[in-house]
């Protein structure tokens, strides 16, 4: 059968039929509105946060040496750890965020890995001569390289300050050192303040490329300095106190004495610490508990038999078997008991965050924030374990936490003080024991069972 033929006059040129003009603008504005919603749809899915979608939580590398200990600061991890082979203790250097080594570096006898900055890598020599005394030496790597830039003999790491390194200068090595028996007590009684035998002191403060003195500090027979390391490693605060109540103050970055003060005090000291704003802590020798005083006054404000120390912004605790007592700053009164918690975590502006231990004593589960003023519990986080050694940020209000998974695995988190809350943040098959993490460069590494992990914070 012939197909059907449609003949088109082609004579004439054949044009559209023309649109009515509000219909093609309300259509064409439906494509344009519809493609634009496309496009800002995938651009907010885009910016959604990670924690949208399931994060990995395997660690991005794992050490497969026996780590001993390690460090972290300047986009590095420090480990010092064992030789697969045996012999002499390594100590390397890995990039924290890929984990390739950077430079390695076999250790001596009495040698020991003590601090890490962002410049440089520092260690102990721990020697003694055929006298007794002591003969060590401060070393100092540079943190990228591993080359040695400096020593200094007869000297002991005590921290940094304003970008240099405070090591104590042990310049008269015959000077006897240890308990002053004069005061009596048991130096194994930890009630009884005891007093060294009097002796100099010496604080330097060297240039970390160079090892170049820029000041020193020196306490005389019978005054007794005090630093101030709770913000370790740096040190915050350096003074010293003498047996006639005179206590000067100095800036740690410069070695330049800020304040002197005339305390209403008499007598060997056996230690002194900053306390509350304004306050110094003064424990006398062979004594027992602490007196407070008014810096700016010189007076003795009140005496605490158990030996308070400062524990958040405005306050002292004081631990005792049952518990701890906060106390007001000005009388020492007893502002209120936390019963069953003997350890203190941190605080945060007008919170006091302390932890307890599980009953074999072996596990610190139980963290709980208390209103500094009125003893009134904030939150309460449960069987997440702290890590109470170096398990928090130098020098950052937060905490890292683990719980344990099946026999030997755990999951890895941050606690966050204000809250309480726990972010999750890795997974390891064997973590155990007592783990210490540290973090650098947006990695967060832990030590367990002799093995490091890393994994990215988030």
Not at 1 to 13: F, K, V
Not at 136 to 154: F, H, S, Y
Not at 257 to 283: C, I, K
Request: charged letters at 20%; hydrophobic letters at 40%; proline letters at 7%.
């Amino acid at each position: 059968m012939p197909e059907s033929i449609i003949e088109l006059d082609i004579s004439t040129a054949w044009e559209p039929e023309p649109r009515p003009a509000g219909r093609w603008r309300r259509r064409r504005w439906r494509r344009l509105r519809w493609g634009w919603g496309a496009l800002v749809l995938a651009v907010v899915v885009s910016l959604l946060p990670a924690s949208a979608a399931p994060r990995d939580l395997a660690a991005l590398y794992s050490t497969k040496f026996q780590v001993m200990s390690f460090a972290a600061a300047g986009g590095r991890f420090v480990v010092a750890r064992y030789p697969a082979a045996g012999g002499q203790p390594v100590l390397e250097a890995l990039d924290a965020r890929l984990g390739t080594v950077l430079w390695r570096r076999t250790t001596e006898a009495d040698e020991f890995f003590v601090e890490l900055t962002e410049r440089i890598a520092l260690l102990q020599f721990s020697q003694v001569d055929e006298n007794g005394a002591y003969a060590g030496r401060l070393v100092a790597l540079d943190a990228a390289t591993g080359v040695p830039l400096w020593e200094r003999p007869r000297a002991r790491i005590a921290g940094v300050a304003g970008g240099r390194v405070l090591a104590a200068d042990l310049a008269w090595p015959d000077e006897s050192q240890g308990f002053d028996p004069a005061y009596g007590g048991d130096p194994e009684e930890p009630s009884v303040a005891q007093a060294e035998l009097p002796h100099h002191e010496r604080y330097v403060a060297l240039e970390p490329e160079t090892g170049a003195e820029v000041w020193r500090a020196e306490s005389p027979p019978g005054t007794v300095p005090s630093l101030d390391t709770s913000g370790h490693p740096r040190v915050l605060r350096l003074s010293d106190l003498d047996a006639a109540g005179v206590l000067r103050v100095r800036d740690p970055a410069t070695g330049v004495v800020t304040s002197t003060y005339r305390l209403d005090w008499s007598g060997p000291v056996a230690g002194h610490q900053a306390g509350a704003p304004g306050h110094e802590v003064v424990r006398r020798a062979g004594g027992t508990g602490a007196d407070v005083y008014d810096r700016a006054s010189g007076r003795l404000l009140w005496h605490g038999p158990d030996g308070p120390y400062p524990c958040f912004g405005n306050g002292y605790c004081v631990a005792g078997e049952d518990g701890i007592d906060v106390l007001d700053a000005a009388t020492g009164a007893r502002l209120w008991h936390a019963e069953g918690y003997s350890s203190i975590l941190g605080g945060v502006p007008g919170r006091l965050l302390l932890y307890r231990h599980t009953a074999d004593e072996s596990r610190p589960d139980d963290v709980v924030a208390f209103d500094a003023r009125t003893g009134a519990v904030v939150w309460r986080q449960r069987g997440w374990i702290v890590m109470t050694d170096y398990g928090r940020m130098n020098g950052a209000p937060e905490h890292f936490v683990w719980r344990p998974v099946g026999n030997t695995g755990a999951l890895i988190g941050r606690l966050d003080p204000r809250d309480g809350t726990v972010e999750v943040i890795g997974r390891a098959r064997d973590f155990y024991g007592t783990p210490t993490c540290a973090a650098t460069a947006g990695r967060l590494a832990c030590l367990a069972v002799g093995h490091l992990h890393v994994w990215a914070l988030p």
